[in-house]
């Protein structure tokens, strides 16, 4: 009986430590590369690792990468058989995109994940898939580290992106004086995601509102401001026309691109107007005359003096119906300008859809997908939009070659998503909404994010309470707490999923309980300014368009009440 019971007792240890060995079988992913550089191996490899293992503990991946040059650049293949995965492209950054759609394919358990089957084979509509870093006002941009900053443009070049942009020296917060400690801090700061994106491969664009000035132009030099409001007023903008303007704006720019000596960008988009602009009657109309001559001067200057290979991109931002055709004419001398950038505040303008470009130049868009409907930016967490971003996309689809989104910040990483669906495959919104649910809140149903995002979508303005709001956002809050429950537990707290989950939390209190001031919004608001690092602003800084991106705390006395993942469920 005792030897028995002993057996017992060993054959139930043994099994527990077998159960144990199983669960804690380690990840195993191996890697292979062929046709790439040391570098750029340990580059995948490290980014592929630190995904999967941010979402499983374990599962075995065998992954073998080869450059294929009959394939075109960006195109890639990607094949698995049991847990065998071959990727092959045309180049780097394809090698990347192919990674983006395996680590999306994998199926995410709790514990560990499986390799389905595929075959897949494709390359990207688009030419220019790229997203514009909007690095001001101490948003995220501004703020976050250099390591966060690069994991993004890893995260984005994931799913496809090619290109990056950022304002390359914002010389409307500095005096011009290139030695100093402030233009060196902001020069440094586009250096590094200029560095992050090409260690990828992808291309870098800065964009450089032609005749903005610096803090400390003289007076006598100012620009005559624009007319139409909807081509904003800001900064400060010199006239090349007045006596020494142009002699200035010469000044200005050798100090920026001689700033960059040795890392110039790939391309340098000329904006023309909110920062930008002269109506005075030597410059005007500046869409069709002043900025034009701008365009032509310094794209042959940083041609002959600084960066002979460099392209540019002209935005047509916010211009009128009658002032395209001048621009089609203008691009016909202009070799090295291979995009020309055209939107607005809302609809396509027409005349871009209408009139082919000439041979040679291709049409991008610039989608905002930030600041739509929503005050301060990023103040209540993440926007999707799929609806509002499909119906534009339907108006340019198969008119343009690319677009540069027009960032804010991260609060708007999903509608990057879509956007890069549309240019990359012509998918829909809604799926790439499944794609992101899969990969970002695996183990969640997709279809449940799918209409939390419909519900969110729904209550745009968030200023402006309204009672048929009361309903979406009841129910947003109920998905919210069962992909809540769902999603893989690695992943739980990861910053995508809190700033929706926030979100609902907010939408909550401001359209069900019908108050703001409640613990619950202090507590989501608190959570997003750490995620968005407003927290991070500096003591005694004086930034006075930071209100624009920081998420706001209710005034006055806060209430405690049940919180809503409680209420729901008493519903
Ligand atoms: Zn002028």
């Known amino acids: 009986m005792m030897k028995r019971t002993i057996s017992f007792a060993a054959a139930l240890a043994f099994w527990s430590v077998a159960a144990f060995l199983v669960a804690a079988e380690p990840l195993r992913l191996n890697f292979q590369f062929a046709g790439v550089s040391e570098d750029q191996g340990a580059i995948v490899e490290k980014i592929v690792k630190q995904r999967v ?69 494709e390359k990207p509509d688009a030419s220019f898939r790229c997203c514009y870093f909007a690095r001001h006002f101490h948003n995220w941009y501004h703020m976050a580290s250099n390591e966060e900053l690069e994991r993004y443009v890893e995260d984005l070049a994931l799913w496809g992106f090619n290109a990056i942009a950022t304002i390359s020296v914002p010389v409307v917060n500095l005096n011009l004086d290139p030695a100093s400690e402030d233009w060196r801090q902001a020069v440094d700061g586009v250096k590094t995601i200029r560095a992050a994106s090409k260690r ?58 001689a700033s960059f000596d040795g890392a110039q960008t790939d391309f340098t988009c000329w904006w023309p107007f909110d920062e930008g602009g002269c109506e005075c009657e030597q410059c005007g109309p500046w869409a069709t005359n002043g900025f034009l001559k701008c365009a032509a001067r310094y794209c042959k200057m940083v041609n002959d003096e600084f960066a002979p290979d460099q392209k540019f991109i002209l ?60 005050f301060p930016w990023g103040g209540f967490g993440a926007t999707p939009q799929p609806r509002r971003f499909t119906e534009l996309w339907e108006q340019v689809r198969g008119h343009v070659d690319g677009c540069m989104l027009y960032s804010e ?55 402006d309470r309204n009672p048929e709001y009361t309903a979406a956002a009841l129910d947003a809050m109920k998905l919210a707490v069962k992909i809540d429950l769902e999603i893989v537990p690695k992943l739980r707290d990861c910053w995508r999923w809190r700033q929706f989950y926030c979100r609902c939390l907010l939408e909550y209190e401001r359209n069900v309980r019908g108050n703001e001031n409640t613990q619950t919004c202090v507590d989501a608001i608190l959570e997003l300014q750490r995620l968005y690092h407003s927290d991070l602003f500096p003591e005694g800084c004086v930034d006075p368009l930071h209100y624009c991106t920081q998420p706001v705390l209710p005034q006055g006395d806060i209430g405690v009440f049940k919180r809503p993942e409680e209420e729901i469920q008493e519903r």
């Open 53 to 121: 293992s941010e979402r499983v503990a374990s599962g075995e991946l065998n992954l073998s990468y080869a450059i294929d040059l009959s394939f075109e650049p960006e195109e890639y293949s990607l094949e698995t058989s049991g847990t065998d995965a071959t990727l092959r492209a045309g180049s780097f950054p394809g090698l990347i995109f192919a990674s983006g759609k395996l680590l999306r394919s994998l199926e995410y358990g709790a514990d560990s994940f499986t390799v389905p089957e595929l075959t897949i084979r």
């Open 200 to 257: 990828l491969g992808l291309s870098f664009t800065g964009l450089d509102c032609i005749n903005q000035a610096c803090l400390d132009m003289p007076e006598e030099l100012k620009g005559t401001p624009n007319v139409d409001p909807k081509r904003g007023n800001n900064g400060i903008n010199a006239c090349p026309s007045k006596p020494g303007g142009t002699e200035y704006l010469d000044r200005l720019t050798r100090a920026i691109f």
């Open 315 to 374: 935005s047509t931002w916010t211009y009128h119906e009658d002032e395209f055709e001048a621009v089609w004419e203008w691009v016909k001398d202009h070799p090295e300008v291979p995009y020309i950038l055209a939107d607005a505040h809302a609809d396509f303008p027409k005349y871009p859809l209408e009139h082919a470009l000439p041979e040679g130049h291709k049409l991008i868009t610039f989608p905002e997908i930030s600041m739509q409907g929503r």
């Open 409 to 463: 910040g991260p609060f708007e990483d999903i509608n990057k998503i879509i956007e890069s669906g549309f240019y990359f495959r012509n998918e829909s919104a809604e799926d790439s909404l499944r794609e992101y649910a899969r990969y970002e809140l695996a183990g969640a149903d997709p279809e449940d994010f799918v209409a939390l995002c419909r519900d969110l979508e729904a209550i745009l303005v968030l200023k």
